[in-house]
């Protein structure tokens, strides 16, 4: 990758996130209340994800289903425990704003592939370990292709893309479209599910 990309890259992910925590603390703070009187304690989502080269860390959102009990994850009962408060942060977003934090830190980008769960990593091919190449972004090429409701195939060939085509003016227009995602509403989640059904491996 370009040494004058990558420094460039780094360089506005660190001023848009900086700027954006500190102007969105207000929205930050409501959204952690609504969340602590609706579905109590605590009120940010973390799991570990693959990054850059498959290295795990802590990806953070705000909550937006009740506890799972069983203490295991299982997507299948995703679409039962999202709430109605939920349902409105996914819908404009404001669920990956914590995400910021990871921007700041160097785990995530504003931009490049979203961050998937570490089990997924043997069940990739050769082709789909490419999106591993790229630190994983908030938004990202296959987010305003489709986001959610495409296939598991098509969004890793849209990640694919974006690896080998990344560029400043391919990840400034991502961000502009990601805008009217976020506006549209479209592609919040698949059918039948709360956001994705599992990759099993194609």
């Given amino acids: 990758m370009n040494l ?7 360089g506005i992910d660190i001023m848009v996130a900086g700027v954006g925590i500190m ?6 703070g409501t959204v952690a209340l609504v969340i602590a009187l609706t579905m109590g304690f605590p009120v940010l989502f973390r799991q570990e994800r693959a990054g850059l080269d498959g290295q795990p860390f802590i990806l953070l959102k705000f909550r937006t289903m009740r506890a799972d009990r069983s203490r295991r994850w299982d997507p299948s009962t995703d679409a039962v425990r999202l709430t109605s408060v939920g349902r409105v942060l996914r819908r404009w977003s404001l669920d990956e704003l914590p995400q910021l934090l990871n921007v700041l ?3 995530m980008s504003l931009v490049g592939p979203r961050p998937l769960p570490l089990r997924y990593l ?3 091919n050769s082709s789909q370990r490419r ?4 630190v994983p ?3 990202g090429w296959a987010q305003i292709n489709g986001r959610n409701t495409t296939s598991w195939q098509r ?3 849209l990640d694919e893309w974006y690896v080998e085509h990344r560029s400043l003016g391919l990840d400034l227009k991502i961000l502009a479209l990601t805008g009217w995602s976020v506006i549209s509403g479209a592609g919040v989640s698949q059918e039948g599910a709360a956001t994705m059904t599992e990759f099993m491996g194609e």
């Fill in 105 to 107: 830190a160097g785990e």
């Fill in 23 to 28: 102007i969105l603390l207000p929205v930050w």
């Fill in 155 to 157: 969004r890793f060939e």
């Fill in 4 to 10: 004058a990309y990558r420094y460039a890259k780094r």
């Fill in 131 to 134: 999106r591993l190449d790229a």
């Fill in 137 to 139: 972004g908030i938004t």
């Fill in 122 to 124: 043997d069940r990739y």
